[in-house]
């Protein structure tokens, strides 16, 4: 299994809502990000998990957490977003050693309304 | 601060001609990631250099890495359309991947 799975696909939520992405990863990869990407701009860094342990945080604001119950799973709780954070969520794990190429979920479409 | 620079940001070019990409970076790094995104959807994993000299290639595109320049290039040959899309370069520091702003290709018939 080369793959990394995210949901929902697509969510729509208010600015009062709590709500939560998944990313999901089978491949035995011991590290996983999440990106943020606006329209037709590069992704831009988050959160990156090593050995299920936040290894770093880029500065994000308090109300995006995230949590990494195990070696296969990402997720990233959502709570009080602004209008500003709709965009496109990316996940990515990497296998660490000798590349650390990233490979990259199919993302989550937010639209914070 | 790392700059991961791309030029052209925009390119329109016709099938069957060739042309380049470049991504300049401003730190040291011997490794460096090229992925391709098409409208919509996330990143596909294109090219893996991981050392000074690295060439490598996959049909009509080539990457190549000059640590020593800090900079890669993408080279597309004799282009057709399906090669339209967006093309990121990221370089890797300290396990932490950044990526260049990205060139927008479009493959006209």
């Known amino acids: 299994d080369t793959e990394v799975t995210q949901t929902p696909k697509h969510l729509v939520m208010g600015m009062t809502n709590k709500k939560s992405l998944k990313c999901e990863q089978h491949?035995?990869?011991?590290?996983m990000y999440w990106y943020k990407q606006k329209a037709k701009k590069p992704p831009e860094l988050m959160f990156v998990?090593?050995?299920?342990?936040?290894?770093i945080n880029e500065s994000v604001p308090s109300r995006f957490s995230p949590e990494c119950p195990n070696s296969s799973l990402l997720n990233l709780h959502l709570h009080a977003l602004q209008p500003e954070d709709s965009a496109l969520y990316l996940c990515a794990s990497s296998e660490g050693g000798s590349s650390y190429e990233q490979y990259f979920g199919p993302g989550t479409r937010l639209t914070v309304t | 601060e790392l700059k991961v620079e791309q030029n052209p940001l925009f390119l329109s070019m016709q099938e069957g001609k060739n042309y380049t990409i470049y991504c300049n970076y401003s730190t040291t790094s011997d490794r460096l990631y090229w992925y391709r995104q098409d409208p919509g959807k996330s990143l596909e994993s294109l090219f893996v250099?991981?050392?000074?000299?690295a060439v490598k290639q996959e049909g009509r595109l080539m990457a190549s890495l000059d640590t020593k320049a800090r900079l890669s290039t993408l080279h597309i040959t004799a282009a057709v359309h399906d090669l339209s899309a967006t093309y990121f370069c990221a370089v890797d520091i300290l396990h932490q991947f950044y990526f260049g702003t990205g060139t927008s290709l479009t493959v006209i018939p």
């Open positions: 491949m035995g990869h011991r590290a």
């Open positions: 998990y090593s050995y299920e342990k936040l290894s």
């Open positions: 250099l991981l050392s000074n000299g």
